[in-house]
């Protein structure tokens, strides 16, 4: 079992940043990525960036948050953040990370295999 508990969301003007984290505990053979997906009003999820939890730290992101957010991970916490900058109104949405899923990087981020885990989401408002 693995559980993640995400904290960071708000609100913020268009322009603006936050940072969002994600505590992990638990299997940590079941958390090779680790991965951050946001659900807006009516769509779908979609995945926004993911990790490799390894001393390479691999990252990947969608073509939507390119040279805007950051993932990263402090291993000795456990802990995986996603730094949004430059926010804008359709980054609105309920961010959650997750872990054990499967994905491909090319053309697109793309994930194959859902996540099994996932934290509870944490709620990011941008207005205009």
């Known amino acids: 079992q693995v559980q993640l508990v995400e904290s960071g969301g708000g609100s913020v003007k268009a322009g603006g940043s936050l940072r969002l984290s994600c505590v992990a505990s638990g299997d940590a053979s079941r958390r090779g990525y680790m991965g951050w997906f946001r659900q807006a009003a009516g769509k779908e999820r979609e995945v926004v960036a993911v990790i490799l939890k390894s001393s390479s730290a691999t990252t990947y992101y969608a073509d939507s948050v390119k040279g805007r957010f950051t993932i990263s991970q402090d291993a000795a916490e456990n802990t995986v953040y996603l730094q949004m900058n430059s926010l804008k109104p359709e980054d609105t949405a309920v961010y959650y990370c997750?872990?054990?899923?499967?994905?491909?990087?090319?053309?697109?981020?793309?994930?194959?295999?859902?996540?099994?885990?996932w934290g509870q989401g944490t709620q990011v408002t941008v207005s205009s």
């Open positions: 997750a872990t054990d899923f499967t994905f491909r990087a090319l053309p697109a981020l793309t994930i194959i295999r859902p996540p099994k885990y």
